[in-house]
């Protein structure tokens, strides 16, 4: 089509025009020329499409930024030459042939050549659009006129600044405000949708000491090896964001299965635990994982994003380098911390501390060589706590370096008291061994007790192995001076182990109970994992303790690979220094074993209201214990074995169950489904019962609060209830 013909189209309303005056020809051919010379500029070029959409010009001098010229674009429709950004959604979110058919007006509208082969050079070139759709007299369309500019330096170095708005620069991931936008965005369709998402928030235990002692450079680089982990494991399963500093958040879209976001909280862990080469040197940090997911932790992103925090939280006090799950119970976590930290300092000043030991025996002649101190602390308000509360707490302070000096002497003092070969084993943390102050502890303890330093045996686990790479071997040299001895403990469940026992001067290698707990299980490697341990430790000229054998199978399985000392309840649990020193005296030093001859896994002894759940009837009863794979009822008579039931352990957690045994108002039960680990030693079912399933039963549609729910609602959304079993009132007592 001619440029003169195409002048006629430029003018864009079908309205009826006053008359136009008479153009001479003269005037013709210099506005002819006139739009010849803009053409040539290279400002902007004109370009027209036919009644189809087809494009039937473009100004020549625009075939100088293409491939092949403007032959190959010339008669093929406009919407197959370009494309909208599809990043650029503030823009349009329609594509580029809609806003045709639709005979929109077009302004400024950025876009590409679809057509590879058309680019120059094999360069991006991005065009800004114009255009309006013509029409005759009759309303007939007669196709669009238009104009185009080239826009690439600019468009590139928009979007350019936009990716440094919403991404890290120094890691690429996205940053808090994109993270933000994405959860908050993502929630929303996901409520009318019914879906679930999860969200991890993690940060990197001992980040601060490689910034400190390498440099910020070498933090730098460390962050981006992280981002890269995180890549590698993540893949496209999820969002990944640096929020700043060291944390970073996970955004797991359709993801609510507890057990796999276990897995993968695991599978981050020992992923930024694994050492990191920088600048030649080694460095070594870990990672603390906190997990919510949607609907069942919150409805709003600020409500998941709060509850991942929470969790999180919980996560570093627990002892950090393990993941938690949000619950209900920990919005107070922080002031129950507090007080229990102000606890324990009393109950260091006033003893109420106590050392238990377990004894370690020789299997070929079940005599005991020694004993592992533990700490034991019974509240007189709280009873007894767990040092998997109080440790880990205390190591968020200095109170653990009092805890462990008080531990040491004490534990010295005790064994003076026993045989002079029995040996005394001290757990020691890393905040403890990273204190240059450690080596001089020891060697008062030992000077001021008497106890030959060969008695002594400090188990240390792979976290010490965080701090200082110097530091860390003059305290191995110190203590090597002194003579004591040296175990690594909780072999084989950290990332690298080969490479601490290459570089550090270990005694003894303790298998971690963990290995054993399944060594009698069919398709487990945990058997071979402990044979491939004594055999290493062997061949290193090491002791080896097997720990946590409760039962007779266990026990042949690690006496047929080889294991020198076992310690676990089959021999015996910790115990008192009296009952120690009286088993002494009646010549105990020689333990037989005894226990199940199977094992079974661990029962977690609870007191817990719980609905039980028969057909369409329900009744209230309390857990007396709990495992993996079943549990004890309490609260029901005349319950038949092989029944068939639904526990509602509360927060949407239904477990479907059959009746194993049942003896007047207690039976036990076995799960249809294994229970799964909250990474905090607590048991959770794998999923839960949505909250848009009981706002469909006729309930709110909010986060569930901690308490028990239907499986079968009336028609008011009430319970069902004409019970078939007896239901007995348990108390506490």
Not at 361 to 380: I, K, S, Y
Not at 436 to 447: D, E, L, N
Not at 627 to 649: A, M, R
Request: with cysteine; proline share 5%; net charge negative.
């Amino acid at each position: 089509m001619a440029v003169g013909n195409l002048l006629k189209g430029f003018g864009g309303s079908s309205a009826p025009k006053p008359a136009a005056r008479v153009v001479s020809a003269e005037d013709a051919q210099r506005r002819l020329e006139i739009l010849d010379d803009y053409e040539r500029t290279g400002i902007s070029w004109i370009w027209a499409t036919d009644q189809d959409d087809r494009l039937i010009y473009f100004s020549p001098s625009a075939g100088e930024h293409l491939k092949e010229g403007l032959e190959e674009l010339l008669d093929n429709p406009l919407a197959e030459l370009f494309e909208i950004d599809p990043d650029n959604a503030d823009r349009s979110d329609r594509p580029l042939n809609f806003q045709l058919k639709a005979r929109n007006k077009i302004a400024d509208l950025p876009a590409r050549l679809i057509a590879e082969r058309n680019l120059a050079a094999g360069k991006e070139r991005w065009w800004s659009l114009s255009g309006h759709p013509k029409f005759d007299e009759d309303g007939r369309f007669l196709g669009y006129r238009g104009s185009a500019k080239d826009i690439t330096q600019a468009y590139q170095r928009a979007r350019e600044d936009s990716r440094l708005a919403e991404y890290d620069s120094l890691t690429g991931l996205a940053n808090r405000h994109r993270m933000n936008r994405k959860i908050e965005s993502t929630l929303a369709a996901y409520r009318s949708a019914k879906r679930s998402c999860a969200l991890m928030m993690m940060d990197l235990d001992k980040f601060k000491q490689v910034n400190d002692t390498m440099g910020h450079p070498a933090g730098d680089e460390l962050l981006r090896q992280v981002a890269d982990r995180l890549r590698a494991v993540i893949g496209e399963k999820g969002e990944i964001g640096r929020l700043g500093g060291d944390e970073f958040q996970v955004m797991l879209p359709d993801m609510d299965d507890r057990g796999t976001l276990g897995d993968l909280a695991d599978k981050i862990i020992q992923m930024l635990s694994s050492p990191y080469q920088i600048e030649g040197k080694r460095a070594i940090i870990g990672a603390s994982v906190g997990i919510s997911v949607a609907p069942y932790d919150g409805i709003e992103a600020d409500e998941i994003l709060n509850n991942a925090d929470l969790a999180l939280y919980a996560a570093k006090n627990g002892g950090r380098g393990i993941y938690r799950f949000y619950s209900a119970d920990l919005k107070d976590v922080e002031q129950e911390r507090a007080e229990l930290l102000d606890d324990l300092r009393e109950a260091l000043a006033t003893d109420q501390l106590a050392l238990h030991y377990q004894p370690v025996v020789r299997t070929e002649d079940n005599h005991v060589v020694g004993f592992e101190a533990l700490m034991r602390w019974e509240h007189p308000d709280r009873g007894f706590v767990s040092p998997g509360v109080f440790i880990p707490a205390a190591e968020e302070t200095d109170l653990i370096n009092q805890l462990g000096q008080w531990a040491l002497r004490r534990a010295c003092e005790d064994a003076m008291e026993w045989p002079e070969k029995a040996r005394v084993a001290v757990n020691v943390s890393a905040k403890q061994f990273a204190n240059k102050g450690f080596p001089a502890i020891v060697t008062q303890a030992i000077a001021e007790t008497g106890i030959d330093p060969d008695r002594l045996e400090l188990e240390l686990t792979e976290t010490v192995f965080m701090g200082d790479t110097d530091t860390t071997d003059a305290t191995f040299k110190a203590l090597k001076g002194l003579g004591v001895r040296l175990a690594l403990d909780d072999f084989g469940t950290g990332y690298s182990s080969l490479s601490y026992l290459r570089s550090a001067p270990f005694d003894k290698i303790k298998v971690d109970k963990s290995f054993v707990d399944t060594c009698t299980q069919k398709n487990e490697n945990s058997s071979k994992i402990i044979t491939a341990i004594i055999g290493l430790s062997k061949a290193l000229g090491m002791e080896t303790t097997v720990e946590g054998v409760e039962a007779f199978d266990q026990l042949k399985v690690v006496c047929d690979k080889g294991a020198q000392y076992i310690q676990g309840w089959i021999y015996s649990k910790a115990l008192p220094q009296e009952q120690i020193l009286e088993g002494i005296a009646t010549g105990g030093f020689k333990i037989e074993p005894n226990g199940p001859e199977t094992y079974r896994p661990e029962r977690r002894s609870v007191f817990r209201r719980i609905g039980v759940i028969h057909e369409d009837h329900r009744y209230d009863a309390v857990m007396k214990d709990l495992s993996q794979t079943g549990s004890l009822i309490e609260g029901l008579v005349g319950v038949p074995k092989g029944t068939g039931l639904v526990l509602d352990l509360g927060g949407g957690q239904l477990v479907v169950c059959t009746v194993a045994r049942s003896k007047d108002a207690t039976f036990a039960v076995e799960f249809e489904t294994p229970l799964v680990s909250d990474g905090a030693g607590g048991l959770v079912t794998r999923h839960r019962i949505s909250p848009y399933a009981l706002a469909a039963a006729g309930m709110p549609l909010a986060a569930l609060p901690p308490g028990n729910y239907p499986l079968s609602l009336g028609e008011e959304g009430a319970p069902k209830s004409q019970p078939q079993f007896m239901q007995v009132t348990v108390t506490r007592g």
